[in-house]
Structure formats: structure tokens, C-alpha cells
């Protein structure tokens, strides 16, 4: 894999401004530069990650926060969630050695990356096209965050040192198009009584969403077609 | 590359005990445990370098301290130093996204990494039998110590993991044996005049080591020839 738009890198809830700082290293060693924090648990702007970046402190400033990791992506249009987990959610993974494989040249890519402490929830994973899974020995998989980060940025600047791109130019759909689909969906189901329990409600989003994202990337032509969909089948209940 | 023994990390004179400790966590991480620290900074046992290991503290505290380069490595056969320097040393390098390439299995491998802020010495590398490059932008190699040792431990294995190896049995000699055979070289250069100005000698033993370390793996046998040279060269001498 290589992108020939800059991958961003997105961490959910980070704790600790070291390896906030840490992570912006990383990223300049390896070309990247935007960084998403969603709901950093310290106060930002944060003066120990300023610190520990050394060199990318410009990294640290231009940083964005968002308050959830939905609207951290909108603009993206392919996401990779690293994680050992989401065993029990039916999404496709790919080890990280094998990024190379990937085909995904010209889609502003995401990675995201969870807490320190508890990696990602299901329902953030959910949001992902595939899982990363970082290669490690099975039995010490517990990757320090900044660690985590500076692989897969590795991994990613090393594959594109000798590829070429020549795939074909399409115009793929970023997150806010889709979101913006299955968020109108969820409502349309919501108001028809789909959701006859209301505490399954979440999980069954999540479950919903998890599909959608599942699939290679969707382009913009296809979510209109989605919208040309529901607009027929809503009138259509209107009957 | 990978290797039939465990590859031993080497940090030579680090400062933080943070570092030490996250760099333990990484060893982990990808299969590696001995850890072997030159000259570190502050006193050993360090409870921030235990702290950071996490899950790895065992790795801290089998941790070995040497007060040189040199006796760090006595029983490794093939050692790589890590570092972006060494310009102006005859050395051979490689980048670490090509390690793959390297034929050097069943040999014991050390990696050897730098200080935080000012890496390896020249006198250090010319010790090593290759200089290892870490593929990172231009404009921005200077690696979190912790991030390089995460870099190279995670390509080491990830080689390992598709490749067989079937490499013939030869029996390489270990540092011991040649630093053993360097210094009594030196000793004979020395006995005999060959340094006639004191202040030199110190550069000219580096330029010495870095010569016979920038060849592939001596085997027992050569040095024992290389003895065997040296017994009859200085018996003539003393006709």
C-alpha cells in the first residue's frame, strides 16, 4: 500500500501527552503530518507532548481534537482500525507486513489507534473498512502506543519507496458522504419502528455500520444511488 | 535476514531509563530478551526503566551492563550499528527495509544503537560489520530510541516469519576470537614501531578494527590462520 494523498493518523482517547509527542516524532520521521486526537484525556494544547515530539512540535500545534471519532474521519475515505481485538465483529484484517498488498493508491487513508490502556471499543472499530493487526509474538501483543504508531508509519513509507501507482482514477466517497447515507437510513428504520428494543438500539448500529464499512471503498456515484434507494422506498411507504 | 539464535540488542551509553524500559517492552514485542546496555547514564537497577517495560520488566532485570562496546559483544558473530552516521568510515551499510536481503542466518546477531542525542561513535560503528539505516524521510532521521530498536526488532521478525532457512553450517568465530587476534596484531604492529606518532594510534586502531569488521563473517578456521600468519611473520622477525 501506498496513498498518494498523506495518510492521517488518528488517536481515540489517547492519556498520556508523552506519547502524544511521541507519536508526532514518529510521524515526521516517516512524511506525515496530520494528526487527529479524539478526546485526549489531559487538557490540550498539551505542553508534555510539545516536549517529547523533539523536532515535530509543529506536528503537535497543528493538530486537530474532535469529540468522537465519527467526525474525526468525515473527509476520509478508507480507515484502518489497529487493533488485536473486534474478534467477535465480522470484519475483514490484514497484518501488517502485508499492507503492501493492499489496493488502495489515491484514498485519503486513515489509521485509527485506541487508548493506551484499552485499545478500541467495538463500535469505533465498526466505523473501520479492516483491522490492522500489527505483527507481534502471540503471546506479548500489548504494543506501546507511540511503538504502534511508528510501525505502521514505517511500514506504510517504506512500501510506497518502491511502487508505482497506475490504478485507475475513481471518485471515491469520503466518510461524511456515507455517514451522511446511513445516518438518514438509521432514521428512516427508526421512524418505521425497526428498532422494536430500544436498549439494542446501539448495537445493532453498530452492527450496521460495521457492514457498511466492511466493503471496499464506495464511491460518491454508488451513495447517490444509495439516497436514489431510500427515496424511493420511503415515498413509496408514504403510500 | 532472521536468524536461527535470538539477536541481542546493544545500547550503548543511554540516558533515559524511560527509553531502556520501552525498549525492553519492544524486544518483547517481537521475540527478542537479551538486552545488553553499555555505560548507561544513571545507576543500575533503574525503576523507570522497570516501569516502562511493562509486561516486559523480565527483560530489565536479566539485563546485562558492560563498561565497553567491546566486551558487549564478545560472543556475537555479525554485528550491525544502527545509525545515520559513520560518512566517513569504509563501511558497508544497508537500509533496514532490506534486511530481508542479508544472508547471515544461523550466525548470532547484535544490533547496536547510539546514544539519544548523539548516537554511535566512529570508533563504535568500526566495530560493527555493517551500518544499519533506518528508512526514514531526508529531512527528519532522527529516531526516538525506543521507536528505532521498535523498527528493527518488527522487520527482523516479520523476514523471519516467511522464510526457511538452508544456509550451509559453517562455524563463525565470535568477537571474543577476533578482537582476541586484533589485539595481539596490534600489540606485534606496536612492539615493532609501527605507530610512530603516539597521538595517532588511537584513530589508526579504529581504522584497523573498522577494516577487518567491514568483511562478511570470519570463520574460526581464518582466524586461526590469521594466528598461524602472525606466529611465523613474528618468529622471522626475531631471527
Redesign the interface.
Known amino acids: 500500500m501506498h496513498s498518494e494523498a498523506k495518510t492521517s493518523i488518528i488517536l481515540v482517547g489517547p492519556q498520556m501527552g508523552e506519547n502524544i509527542g511521541?507519536v508526532a516524532?514518529?510521524m515526521?520521521?516517516?512524511?506525515l503530518d496530520d494528526l487527529r486526537i479524539v478526546k485526549p484525556r489531559d487538557p490540550w494544547p498539551n505542553e508534555k507532548a510539545r516536549a517529547m515530539a523533539?523536532?515535530?512540535v509543529n506536528i503537535i500545534d497543528q493538530a486537530r481534537i474532535f469529540p468522537d471519532l465519527s467526525s474525526a474521519v468525515y473527509d476520509l475515505q478508507y480507515l484502518y482500525a489497529a487493533s488485536a481485538g473486534g474478534r467477535n465483529l465480522n470484519k475483514p484484517y490484514i497484518y501488517?507486513?502485508d499492507l503492501a498488498s493492499e489496493k488502495i493508491e489515491q484514498l485519503k487513508l486513515g489509521i485509527i489507534f485506541g487508548r493506551e490502556n484499552s485499545g478500541l471499543t467495538n463500535a469505533e472499530i465498526a466505523l473501520a473498512n479492516k483491522i490492522l493487526i500489527?505483527?507481534?509474538?502471540k503471546d506479548?501483543?500489548?504494543?506501546?502506543l507511540?511503538?504502534a504508531v511508528?510501525?505502521i508509519c514505517?511500514q506504510i513509507?517504506?512500501n510506497s519507496?518502491d511502487k508505482v501507482n497506475n490504478s485507475p482514477n475513481i471518485e471515491v466517497a469520503t466518510r461524511k458522504d456515507i455517514d451522511f447515507f446511513v445516518h438518514r437510513l438509521f432514521s428512516c428504520l427508526d421512524e418505521r419502528g425497526f428498532f422494536q428494543l430500544e436498549k439494542k438500539k446501539n448495537s445493532m448500529f453498530t452492527n450496521l455500520t460495521n457492514s457498511i464499512y466492511r466493503f471496499a471503498p464506495i464511491t460518491k456515484s454508488e451513495v447517490n444511488s444509495l439516497h436514489g434507494i431510500l427515496n424511493i422506498l420511503t415515498k413509496s411507504d408514504k403510500k
Chains 1, 2 share one sequence.
Open positions: 511521541a516524532r514518529a515526521k520521521n516517516w512524511g523533539v523536532g515535530a501488517s507486513k500489527i505483527n507481534t509474538v506479548f501483543s500489548s504494543l506501546n507511540a511503538h511508528a510501525i514505517y513509507f517504506t519507496v
